[in-house]
């Protein structure tokens, strides 16, 4: 297991890499290069540049989260071609840079959905929550409104403001397009890139829809065992796997997520794994927890004991965290509470290691 802590670059993010290199346990960061839109290939000197300047902490960059895929792509439509060659160039330079693990998604037009940023709990500390009721009663345009308006400056991932501009026109686009196309177009894109992923020996990792269901109407298909199952199956390859994201897949009660951990980590198809516990209030109401298996609704235990019964070689990060002791951060995204993370899970894992030599 290789641990390791997301960072959004030295101008988007508060949390700098000489306090990271001071987390006990960690080989890495996982990074990306988000001011380049989406869809665009990414300069292998602008990779190396980010490599370097991460490399100067001592800290290596193996892994990048995300490349995005343009939502052309995700809807199928004739200009995705140019999009999925550049996909492959960014590959191309992503595996001379020595990036060894793409991690991407395949939701439409949002990416992570969360209803409030900054959820007061007991204890002082403040989290993210998600109250499927809420969306109910609500439209595209509102969630935008309240997720951008209470992201205190920071970008969000995946929320970028220029597809953002377009959200009409996309869901008039998605109408088209039911959980069998998306599949389809997922298919497609798979099929050119993973013949260059090997050859560039870099493994593509989808995430999990989050959360795992469709929301205003938008299909969403990574959000189940049988789906992972499938989507591993539509190309056939050890560059074509998953990141396991705890909290995402979790959120599904019959998501059974040490269990899953097993299934695919024993044939290798988990590159990624995010680990993080949250609280299920209700059906499609949670919020975010610390890592800790006592404050949440999962066995944190089970979990990186799971990933020990498989051998897994693969890179692992904390997730999202609370906001402690007054940080101002990116919401998810600050260091105290993902550094307790660390600490935490590394604990865990050298636990089990050991229990299993006495
Ligand atoms: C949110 C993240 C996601 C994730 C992407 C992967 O905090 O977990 O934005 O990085 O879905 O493409």
Known sequence: ????????????????LEKIRQIPGLIGVVSSLPEIPVGEVWPLDRIMNLKNEINQFGLELEVIESVNVHEDIKLGIPSREQYIKNYCET???????GIRVVC???????????TDLSMKLADGSFVMAYDGEWIEKTDPLQLVAEVTGSSQEFSLPGWEPEKLKELKKLFQQYKEINEEKLFAN?????????????EYNVRMAIHPDDPPWPIFELPRIVGSKENLERI????????????????????????DIPEIIRYFGKRGKIFFGHVRNIKIQAERKFYETSHLSNDGSFDMYEIMKAYHDVG??????PDHG?????????????????????AYLTGLWEAVSKSKKS
Do not use: H
């Open 186 to 198: 997922l298919k497609y894109f798979l099929e050119q890139i993973i013949p260059v992923c090997a």
């Open 104 to 114: 991407y998604n395949f939701m439409p037009v949002f990416d992570w959905i969360r």
């Open 322 to 342: 609370r906001m402690i002791w007054d940080e101002e951060a990116r919401p998810g995204y600050g260091l105290y509470d993902r550094a307790l993370g660390i």
């Open 312 to 317: 897994f070689t693969g890179y692992l990060r």
């Open 232 to 255: 591993v199956n539509l190309v056939d390859s050890p560059f074509n796997g998953l990141t396991i994201c705890s909290g995402s897949l979790g959120i599904k009660r019959e998501n």
């Open 91 to 97: 590959i191309k330079n992503l595996g001379k840079a």
């Open 1 to 16: 297991m290789k641990m390791t802590l997301r960072w959004f670059g030295e101008r988007d993010d508060s949390v700098t």
